[in-house]
């Protein structure tokens, strides 16, 4: 007997252009609108101009908040928070990466309820209520756009993990491929290939569902079709904008299937050593496959099919060739990551990603986690 429950109350605008659109649908959600952005990529590409214009083109007012960082920290939630408060915003809205899109979220949702948000993080409290987010990512990787997740890092833990809420899925998320274009290639692999583990560790999911699955599995298709092309041909805008796609189907899948080993495993390590996320998980990813495979092998021939392999057999291989190609190869010795760590990330890792692992096609105890961290290292 077939049973699930879908809910993603997201409203997604898709398209070449899109962004010119930005003021008039923050008109329609506020008045002022706190803009969260890092320190500089939006700023060189013209793109924070360009909504700055538009937002007073619609009557919408708006202050800065400009202090993201990569792997955003709770502090960071924090500040933006206070200048939310104090400047009397009542829209924010997410302009950059996945970090920019997950601060603004966390922003919204702490403005509203205040207090210690790891409550919230960690369930010890609840709360249905945020700002409305506008969410205009300029990558094509973390698909927050299309979830109520927002990741954050506390600095006095190193503990990295979700902030998970209903109230935080962006209100408008406005997917324009021409804001991508000019991703340094280094970036583009890295949020490419995260774009392709949320597919993948969706679809593999012990809670994973029927609509999930059809997302997914059309994610993972999408990723491998462009993720390469885009890599070799910026000028490509077909296959921007299936690598969008890709991203903004990983992000919905991740909402109700959640994450599986390969995220569960790298928010330790970059919650410690401050990893470029791709990175974490372009090391870790083939090593826990290959642990994997035969917790679901029906699974894994499917990817492996639709990254161009034969079966389960050679799932792994097909991914290392992804990797091979874009040059995203690394391990985390290189990363900064040392044999000394392993024993702390593999406790982080059963403390913050606890569902994460519970849900991966084989579920690893302590020791099988420190085994995989020393042969990623």
Not at 86 to 102: L, R, W
Not at 177 to 191: D, E, G, N, Q, R
Not at 353 to 372: Q, T, Y
């Amino acid at each position: 007997m077939l049973e699930f429950q879908y809910y993603l109350p997201v409203n997604l605008v898709f398209g070449r252009g899109k962004s010119d659109i930005i003021g008039e649908k923050a008109a329609a959600l506020g008045k002022r609108a706190l803009l969260v952005t890092g320190g500089s990529s939006t700023k060189r590409s013209g793109l924070l101009n360009k909504i700055e214009v538009l937002l007073q083109e619609n009557g919408v007012s708006f202050c800065l908040f400009d202090k993201v960082t990569p792997n955003p920290s709770i502090i960071t939630i924090y500040e933006g928070a206070a200048l939310a408060a104090s400047e009397a915003c009542d829209v924010i809205i997410g302009v950059g990466g996945g970090s920019s899109i997950d601060a603004a979220k966390g922003i919204a949702f702490q403005t509203v309820n205040g207090g210690d948000i790891n409550d919230f993080i960690f369930g010890r409290k609840f709360s249905a209520k945020a700002l409305p987010v506008i969410a205009i990512p300029t990558t094509c990787g973390t698909g927050s756009e299309g979830n109520g997740f927002a990741v954050m890092t506390n600095p006095e833990t190193m503990d990295k993990k979700s902030l998970r809420s209903n109230a935080i899925v962006p209100a408008c998320s406005i997917i324009d491929p021409l804001l991508m274009t000019t991703l340094p290639k280094s970036t583009l692999a890295c949020v490419g290939f995260d774009a392709l583990c949320h597919n993948m560790e969706g679809y593999l999911s012990s809670v994973a569902q029927p609509l999930t699955s059809i997302q997914a599995l059309e994610g993972i298709r999408l990723s491998a079709q462009s993720l390469g092309k885009v890599y070799d041909d910026p000028s490509d805008l077909d296959s921007w904008e299936q690598l969008c796609l890709a991203s903004t189907l990983g992000g919905m899948v991740i909402n109700t299937a959640g994450v599986t080993a390969p995220h569960g495993m790298e928010h330790p390590a970059s919650g410690l050593k401050d990893l470029v996320h791709g990175k974490g998980l372009a090391a870790l990813t083939p090593v826990i496959i290959e642990e994997s495979i035969l917790g679901a092998p029906e699974k894994f021939a499917v990817i492996s099919k639709l990254l161009g392999g034969n079966n389960e057999k050679d799932c792994v291989q097909k991914i290392k060739e992804l990797l091979h190609r874009i040059n995203l190869v690394t391990t985390l010795g290189e990363q900064g990551i040392t044999q000394e760590d392993v024993d702390w990330m593999a406790k982080n890792c059963l403390k913050v990603s606890a569902a994460g692992i519970n849900n991966h096609p084989v579920v690893f105890s302590l020791d099988d986690i420190k085994k995989i961290y020393r042969k990623a290292i």
